[in-house]
């Protein structure tokens, strides 16, 4: 890239008009000719202007081989510490991306630069960036010497898939990188199989598939002494052996998980990822009361993290995720105790937070709880507009568990009520979706 192309980029980014770039500097007509490479700009100029957007004048004026070594220096530091990086150093990495590299280099720029943007939940930027890399980058003929750097990359378009709860993509990209093992026994083949167990739980219905990858990835983080990446397997553990019906199995797991936390004086998310874990084990149960305890503890605990007030949901994205998924906890439990003042209030932060984040799965749900709350109230009308609407969003959404699961009850309503042609229609959506959900139990689980 040239150096007036390398100012236009970056000024840009910056979101500076020509003349607030050159105020007290040059005229526009000159940064309009800098940039369109017909003049060479002085060095003085150079100096001036890299001070403004806040790089280096030797930055603007490396030659390639110079580029190549910083640019392999930045992959070295970065690749497995993304959140580390810096505003100078992403504005070199979303510039190289940008130029022409080997497909070793581009899978680790990329890479680098989707993880990023997704553990930031910058998920529009994580976009442009996974549409863009996947035109440049074929996963065809790799050289075996090859594998990690496709490994990395894979594995970090998985993630941003998941983090939009898209959940066959990410599966699709999981399985890539998976390909792309040189080791089983490493970190990295750990968190890739602990992320496809996420997934795995999502969309089908036999639960032992995503026990599978648990138990891998619990062996691989004990090999390593990992603890808090134990833990985190743990609590995923524990929501299996809920969903398979075994409660003392479940709440074993959450107690050691929660010992083992207390011990190593890890993380709060942990923290309230087990108590909202031990809360769904007691709504499985049917002790509401305790579940109930166990739903406000979580809030309280990740309260102090966000900001609820409802026009302004920011804060750190797990807590709020988390929050999320213990305010519908409590609309499910309230809404069996007809408690209708909280169940509005919880159902209607959990709501805001779904829209306001881009949570589709979550979104759904609540959606599927809106219409039996109509449907008990007797309004069917509003009862099958909202069905109607969490399963068209949900096929437009790529989930096909939860279609099949709204289909299958709506097919029941139309039955029951001798609407025996649209039942029929929904029976078929329902049987073209043949996994069958058995509970979201991985609702605000994070990748690694």
């Not at 505003?87 to 022409?100: C, H, K, N, W």
């Not at 590299?101 to 890479?111: K, V």
């Not at 093992?181 to 795995?200: A, C, F, K, R």
């Not at 949570?359 to 309004?379: G, M, R, T």
Request: charged share 25%; aromatic share 14%; with cysteine.
């Amino acid at each position: 890239m040239e150096t007036g192309e390398k100012i236009r980029w970056i000024r840009k980014f910056k979101n500076l008009t020509q003349g607030e770039l050159v105020e007290g500097i040059a005229s526009v007509t000159y940064i309009s000719r800098v940039e369109t490479g017909r003049v060479e700009p002085s060095p003085s100029f150079l100096n001036k202007v890299s001070k403004k957007l806040g790089i280096t004048s030797e930055y603007l004026t490396n030659t390639l081989n110079e580029n190549r070594n910083k640019l392999r220096q930045l992959i070295l530091n970065y690749k497995n510490n993304v959140h580390l990086l810096n505003e100078s150093d992403l504005f070199y990495l979303q510039m190289s991306a940008l130029e022409m590299h080997s497909q070793n280099d581009l899978t680790n720029i990329y890479g680098i630069l989707i993880s990023y943007y997704t553990i930031n939940n910058h998920l529009d930027e994580a976009e442009k960036l996974v549409g863009r890399s996947v035109k440049l980058i074929s996963n065809k003929n790799i050289d075996k010497r090859n594998f990690p750097h496709f490994f990395y990359y894979n594995k970090a378009i998985g993630n941003y898939y998941y983090a939009k709860q898209f959940y066959e993509d990410a599966k699709f990209y999981y399985s890539i990188a998976e390909r792309y093992i040189t080791d089983e026994t490493s970190i990295e083949s750990g968190h890739l199989y602990y992320n496809y167990s996420l997934v795995y739980q999502q969309i089908f219905e036999e639960i032992n598939i995503s026990l599978i990858y648990t138990n891998k990835a619990l062996q691989i983080y004990k090999m390593h002494n990992h603890e808090e990446n134990i833990i985190k397997t743990m609590i995923l553990l524990a929501q299996q052996y809920r969903d398979l019906h075994r409660i003392e199995d479940a709440l074993s797991n959450l107690k050691k998980a929660q010992k083992l936390l207390l011990e190593h004086e890890l993380n709060h998310i942990l923290y309230s990822e087990i108590q909202y874990n031990i809360g769904k084990v007691y709504q499985k149960i049917n002790k509401d009361t305790h579940a109930i305890q166990y739903f406000k503890s979580t809030l309280q605990i990740s309260q102090p993290f966000i900001q609820t007030k409802l026009s302004d949901m920011n804060g750190s994205v797990p807590h709020i995720k988390i929050y999320a998924y213990a305010c519908k906890g409590l609309v499910e439990v309230l809404y069996k105790q007809k408690d209708w003042e909280d169940v509005q209030f919880y159902f209607s932060t959990a709501f805001d937070i779904s829209c306001h984040h881009h949570l589709p799965h979550l979104y759904i749900e609540l959606k599927a709880i809106k219409a039996n709350i109509y449907k008990y109230k007797e309004n069917h009308i509003f009862y099958e507009k909202e069905m109607k609407e969490a399963i068209q969003y949900a096929l437009d959404h790529k989930h096909y568990v939860i279609t099949k699961k709204l289909a299958t009850e709506l097919g029941d309503y139309y039955f029951e009520n001798k609407y025996y042609k649209k039942s029929v229609d929904y029976y078929r959506l329902a049987r073209n979706h043949t996994q069958n959900i058995l509970d979201s139990s991985v609702e605000f689980s994070s990748v690694l």
